[in-house]
């Protein structure tokens, strides 16, 4: 009797625990979108209130506004993000199925290297490199044109483990009958292999897309023509306190595709990270 | 077979596999291997490199006081954030792995929205020194402090408060390869356990969930470590560039300054270089831990 209440004492210690972390992660996401649709005179009563009786998109439609007062139309920054996120998601998600592939399943001199090479990398990612980057984007010339946006984030370590563990988990037997028949490397990969692999693919679109939708280029880029949406809606909300319902407004905006992107696809998420343990 | 013949034989895997090397190599292998010889020069991104020797380690290590401060810094903040972040991760996937379809679906989405994009404005405003700032706000209403606190720039304060933000946003893939794994568990498992005896969450714990998800938690593991120590963004966005007293300075903000701000890139990549060595090492530790025992 005694040892079941003790046990029942642990229990709830672990469900309080879990109530204050889930209180903790969702209350800054909360304030965040209760703030965006707060009226601006709402924004600095005393005390702050949790909710608002009179949502109101004005924050959108200013934050619109303050974009709009720079030379460039709203449009082209738009345009760019979205061009940008297009072909990192698309050269990432073909580049990295076939090496992936190539390294799960086949033989070949020097695949340990190569692989090695990969778990490693998942260290020496983003920022850390950034700095090593920009001298050798600048020694290749593309400083200051999208390529330097996009060529960085094609490679991605984490897509390619991921994709590569998840590849591993098909049956040779596959591949094997599928070159008995006389299929070439190139036909098996996508023709039999990726046909198999969609919960994968959406992975890799999800993080190729959630990395290159936040691409802000920061030095990168001078020509205001070339920046990108995140780079200038980041400039209003860093415009300090005054403007705080368009700053929450400009982060709800930039939150959206990433949120729909992932709806869509946590399924598929779900069943590729399943294989990411690193083995 | 020589190794031509090798090479030549897997023609087809080598073409395959060239467009990502290519961009992996440019991109993420030489920016890594550069940092090492262009630490032992003075390069400034104009001028040709000129070799300095050991110049800017010595510098770094005995002559650079914000540098030893920002060492004392990451490690607090690294060991802080990594085992924390990583517990929490744990917890919050395991809390979800119990939960039913649409609520759980939900809550991950929530855990994992911090991660998504750049969200830094909420915490300027709930930390924000004068009596609008929420906590301020909070903490005098009920009656814990007469005066407000100035969260982002006294600089008892803006360490922890880094920290309390590097928390929330840190549930990015290690969380979701942790939910992933808890769904993978055969659910039978918990069953058989049950009726052998098995009867609390502890033992749970101890007894399947860790068993089974050792692959999932290294990968885990090597995220949040990464995540933690090259924080630095949150550090600048949030308690300002330089923060107060150096307070909140990481290696990784360190390397920034001299990177972006005084384009001294020889000093910068000699900093990157000793945040590499350090990184790697964390990561041989973790592997040691869940990587030995399969």
């Known amino acids: 009797m005694i040892k079941s209440k003790k046990q029942k004492f642990g229990n709830l210690i672990i469900q309080v625990a879990l109530i204050i972390l889930a209180v903790y992660m969702f209350l800054p996401i909360y304030l965040t979108v209760v703030m965006s649709v707060k009226p601006t005179e709402e924004l600095f009563v005393f005390p702050p209130k949790l909710y608002t009786l009179r949502p109101t998109l004005s924050n959108f439609t200013s934050m619109l506004e303050s974009a709009r007062q720079n030379r460039v139309p709203f449009s082209r920054y738009l345009f760019n993000t979205v061009a940008v996120t297009f072909s990192v998601t698309l050269c990432q998600c073909v580049f990295v199925s076939m090496g992936a592939f190539v390294l799960a399943k086949c033989e070949f001199y020097g695949k340990k290297l190569v692989n090695a090479l990969i778990i490693t990398a998942l260290l020496y990612q983003s920022n850390v490199i950034y700095i090593m980057q920009y001298m050798v984007m600048s020694k290749v010339g593309i400083i200051n044109t999208p390529l330097a946006l996009i060529l960085p984030s094609i490679a991605s370590p984490i897509g390619f483990f991921l994709m590569k563990q998840s590849i591993a988990q098909i049956p040779d037997s596959m591949i094997e009958s599928a070159k008995i028949d006389g299929a070439g490397l190139f036909r098996i990969c996508w023709q039999i292999v990726m046909p198999n692999q969609k919960p994968a693919l959406m992975t890799l679109i999800i993080f190729a897309f959630q990395a290159s939708w936040n691409i802000q280029g920061g030095s990168l880029i001078f020509d205001e023509q070339l920046k990108t949406l995140p780079s200038v809606i980041l400039q209003i909300s860093s415009s300090g306190l005054a403007r705080a319902g368009e700053a929450m407004a400009s982060a709800v905006f930039l939150l959206i595709p990433p949120v729909v992107v992932f709806t869509l696809a946590q399924r598929q998420i779900m069943d590729t990270m399943v294989h990411s343990g690193i083995k | ?294």
């Open chain 2, 1 to 294: 077979m020589n190794l031509k013949e090798k090479i030549k034989r897997n023609m087809d895997c080598y073409l395959m596999l060239a467009p990502f090397m290519l961009f992996f190599t440019v991109f993420t292998v030489l920016p890594v291997a550069m940092s090492l010889p262009i630490g032992f020069t003075d390069f400034n991104m104009v001028q040709t490199p000129k070799f300095v020797g050991l110049d800017n380690y010595i510098t770094l290590f005995l002559s650079d006081k914000v540098f030893m401060k920002s060492i004392r810094t990451t490690i607090i903040f690294a060991f802080v954030t990594a085992p924390l972040s990583y517990v929490m991760c744990f917890l919050l996937a395991w809390l979800i792995s119990g939960l039913k379809r649409p609520l759980r679906n939900v809550l991950t989405l929530i855990f994992y929205i911090p991660s998504m994009a750049n969200l830094y404005a909420v915490w300027r405003i709930i930390f924000s020194g004068d009596m609008n700032g929420w906590l301020n706000s909070f903490l005098i209403d009920i009656g814990f402090l007469q005066s407000p606190v100035q969260w982002l720039t006294d600089s008892r304060y803006v360490l922890g408060v880094a920290i309390v933000v590097q928390l929330w946003i840190s549930l990015g893939a290690g969380f979701l390869a942790l939910s992933a794994g808890f769904r993978s568990i055969d659910k039978s498992l918990y069953e058989t356990a049950y009726i052998e005896g098995m009867n609390s969450k502890w033992q749970e714990l101890v007894y399947i969930v860790i068993p089974c998800m050792k692959p999932q938690m290294l990968f885990a593991g090597i995220m949040q470590i990464v995540s933690s120590f090259t924080a630095d963004s949150v550090v600048r966005e949030l308690v300002g560039f330089p923060s107060t007293d150096y307070k909140a300075h990481t290696i990784m903000t360190h390397a920034f300054d001299y990177g972006w701000v005084r384009f001294e890139m020889g000093y910068a990549s000699a900093i990157c270089t000793v945040l590499f060595v350090v990184m790697f090492v964390c990561s041989r530790f973790v592997n040691r831990i869940f990587g030995s025992e399969r």
